[in-house]
C-alpha cells in the first residue's frame, strides 16, 4: 500500500527569529512562515536569508532613496551615446548597478545617467544587503537601552559585529545553566557558550546588527535544596533484619535521621520499638526480621537545606594575585566575602569585607584562622569593568571556595 512521505523544513513562527550558524548543515534550509524568509548558511558559516517577493518590494520603496525613484521614472533620451561609468548621488554604486539593454545616457549635475535602455538595481533580498540599507537612526535605536535588574533576573543585551565572542555581564551567573542566552531569537544550548566570572564566551560570533539577550538568575545569598519525597521497598527472600543498599527498583536507601517512616506489610512501624534508624543509610528491625514474602517500604521525608552560594576555584600554581571571582564595578560598590582554602590535609578560612571607587579597591580581612599553616594571601584590583578577588598560594593544587554578597552601587 503506497504511502503520502512529507518533506518538513526546520521552522519557526516567531516573528523575528533566526537559525543560528550552529543549527543549519550546509545545504539545509530553514523557514520562518511569520517573517516570509528562507535561511540558509553560506561558505564562511554565517546564515543568510531570502524573502518572499511582497517583502522585498516593501523594503525597497522604504529603504530606496527618492532620486533612484526619480531617476527610474522619469529620465529617458535616444540621441546620446556612451556608457554609464558612474551613478554617485543616486545612491547607486556600480557594484549594485548593471546595464540590460541599450547605450544611451545624459550627464546631469556631473552624474551619467541611463537614457534609452534598462537599468537594473541589484539590492538583492540577501539580509546583509538589506542591512545595509537600514539607516544609522534604527540601528541605533536597536543598540541602546539596557534593562536593570529585575528581583532575581538580570538582563543584558549586546549586538553582534561578526568578530566579538566575548561579553562582560553586569552580574556573574554561579555556572552556565544559570544563564539564558538568546542569538538573533534563538535559545542557545549551554553547549554553545561558557561563563567565566562575569564574561560570557560565545563559540562563535553573531554577524553584525544580531540582537544578543542574555538573562541571568541572581541567587546570592544561596538557594534551596529540597530533596524529594521518595519511597524504597524491600521485598527479601530470607529472613532479615537490616536494610540498605540497593530496594527491588535499583533505588539506594538514604534518609535524613528523624524523617522517615517505615512499613512491614502495609502496617507502620515505631521508631524506636519496632525499628532503628540512626545512619541516614540502613533500617534495622527489632523483635525478629521480615522473611519471604514479606515488604518492607521506607518513606523519606528529607528536609530542606540552604545552601551557600559557593563559587570553586582550583588554583594549580603558586603564581600570584589568581583570580578566584569576580563581580561588575557599575552594579555593585560593596562585597563582603567568606574565603575558604583548602590543600590536602590543610585547611584556612577568613572573612573579607572591600569597596571600590571605581578604580581603587580598599579592603579589610578579619576572622583569618588555618589548621595547620597559611594557604594564601588574599587581595582584590578593578580589571575593565570587573571587581577582581585574587588569592596568591602558598601550595600548588590549592581550592579556593568563595561565598559572595554584594550592595549596589
Known amino acids: 500500500m503506497a504511502t503520502n512521505t512529507r518533506l518538513k523544513l526546520k521552522k519557526s513562527s516567531v516573528v523575528g527569529r533566526i537559525p543560528a550558524a550552529g543549527d543549519l ?51 529617458a533620451w535616444s540621441s546620446i551615446t556612451g556608457t554609464p561609468t558612474t551613478r554617485a548621488g543616486y545612491g547607486i554604486t556600480d557594484a549594485q548597478a548593471t546595464l540590460v539593454s541599450g547605450t544611451n545616457i545624459k550627464t546631469v549635475n556631473g552624474n551619467t545617467i541611463l537614457g534609452s535602455g534598462n537599468l537594473t538595481i541589484d539590492v538583492g533580498t540577501d539580509s546583509a544587503a538589506i542591512i545595509n540599507l537600514i539607516d544609522s537612526d534604527y540601528v541605533q535605536a536597536r543598540q541602546s537601552g539596557t534593562i536593570a535588574d529585575a528581583n532575581t533576573v538580570v538582563l543584558n ?38 561563563i567565566s566570572g562575569s564574561t560570557l564566551t560565545l563559540s562563535e560570533a553573531p554577524e553584525t546588527n544580531t540582537e544578543i539577550e542574555v538573562r541571568t538568575l541572581r541567587l546570592q545569598t544561596g538557594e534551596v535544596t529540597v530533596r524529594d519525597y521518595a519511597t524504597y521497598t524491600f521485598q527479601p527472600g530470607s529472613t532479615t533484619t537490616t536494610f540498605a543498599d540497593s530496594d527491588v527498583n535499583g533505588a539506594i536507601l538514604t534518609y535524613d535521621v528523624g524523617k522517615l517512616d517505615v512499613y512491614l506489610n502495609g502496617a507502620r512501624l515505631t521508631n524506636g520499638l519496632d525499628y532503628t534508624a540512626s545512619n541516614g543509610s540502613s533500617v534495622v528491625l527489632l523483635g525478629g526480621g521480615a522473611g519471604s514474602g514479606d515488604t518492607v517500604s521506607v518513606s523519606s521525608f528529607a ?88 588569592v596568591s598560594p602558598n601550595y600548588t593544587n590549592t581550592t579556593v571556595k568563595t561565598n559572595r554578597t554584594e550592595v549596589g552601587v
Open 303 to 390: 528536609a530542606a537545606v540552604i545552601n551557600e552560594d559557593v563559587n570553586s576555584t582550583v588554583l594549580a600554581t603558586t603564581a600570584a594575585n589568581q583570580a578566584v571571582d569576580s563581580f561588575a564595578k557599575t552594579t555593585s560598590r560593596t562585597a563582603k566575602y567568606l574565603v575558604q582554602m583548602t590543600q590536602g590535609t590543610r585547611y584556612h578560612s577568613q572573612e573579607i569585607l572591600l569597596i571600590h571607587n571605581g578604580s581603587t579597591v580598599s579592603m579589610v580581612e578579619y576572622a583569618d584562622i588555618y589548621t595547620e599553616s597559611d594557604l594564601g594571601t588574599v587581595d582584590a584590583s578593578i580589571s575593565g569593568n570587573s571587581v577582581l578577588l585574587t
Open 25 to 75: 548543515e550546509y545545504g539545509e534550509i530553514a523557514i520562518n512562515y511569520a517573517d516570509g524568509k528562507l535561511y540558509y548558511k553560506n561558505s564562511s558559516n554565517a546564515v543568510k536569508a531570502f524573502g518572499d517577493s511582497a517583502s522585498t518590494q516593501t523594503l525597497i520603496t522604504s529603504f530606496v532613496d527618492s532620486d533612484y525613484v526619480q531617476l527610474r521614472q522619469d529620465y
Open 157 to 194: 543585551e549586546f549586538t553582534g559585529d561578526s568578530s566579538t565572542t566575548a561579553f562582560t555581564l553586569t552580574k556573574s551567573p554561579a555556572t552556565e545553566h544559570h544563564a539564558f542566552v538568546n542569538v538573533g531569537g534563538v535559545t542557545q544550548n549551554v553547549g554553545a557558550y561558557s
